[in-house]
């Protein structure tokens, strides 16, 4: 919105049944390139960039942001092999490493540990952040790439819903709705009150 490819109101109505913007992001929403509502589409797709940019000779790089449950699918392994592979440094994967999936703990679902490690293994340079610290986050992605020839991924530690004491690292709080009694007060300890 702050960029102008939509109405700032369409915010207010984030989530909802009237609403443009729902839970999973539609490339019919301006400024969206591409719809990856579907785990596993996103890094593919961003490989896919990162090759065109390749051949087109440019130096623009191509950033994709994932999440525990994304990093469960085959097709995203496939491609971190084929990244690899083709020595993708213009690639940078991100991971919200919340440790938490729609149905419960990635532990609980297919663990990723030892991460870093098999992110290395596979031919990836790697760097671990506090995703909650701008500073580390800054730092890191403008350190790219980590290592040439290599893609660069960085796992970004979260705790999910931070600082919100009834929802703070549970499963539940993936689909569940701040109820209004309780808004104020959510916004403020987001406002770091």
């Known amino acids: ?44 797709v961003a490989v896919g960039m990162a090759i065109a940019a390749r051949y087109a000779k440019s130096d623009r790089r191509v950033f994709c942001l994932t999440s525990d449950g994304d990093m469960n699918e085959g097709s995203t392994w496939e491609a ?19 440790k938490i999936q729609a149905l419960g ?37 403008s350190a790219v790439p980590f290592e040439k020839g290599k893609p660069s991924f960085v796992i970004a530690h979260t705790v999910k819903c931070k600082g919100i004491d009834y929802l703070e690292n549970t499963v539940e709080s993936h689909y569940r709705f701040v109820p209004d009694e309780k808004l104020d007060e959510v916004i403020a300890k987001l406002k770091g009150e």
């Open 1 to 44: 919105a702050q960029k102008g490819f939509i109405p700032t109101e369409w915010l207010s109505r984030y989530y909802c049944d009237d609403g443009k913007l729902m839970g999973h992001i539609s490339h019919k929403v301006p400024g969206v390139e591409f719809s990856t509502g579907s785990l596993g589409h996103g890094l593919p």
């Open 80 to 98: 971190i092999m084929f990244a690899a592979q083709e020595h993708l440094d213009n690639l940078i994967l991100i991971l919200d490493y919340n």
């Open 105 to 141: 703990f990635s532990k609980d679902i297919e663990d990723l540990s030892p991460l870093a490690a098999r992110m290395e293994n596979f031919g990836w340079a790697v760097r671990e952040v506090d995703g909650h610290s701008v500073e580390e986050l800054y730092d890191a992605l």
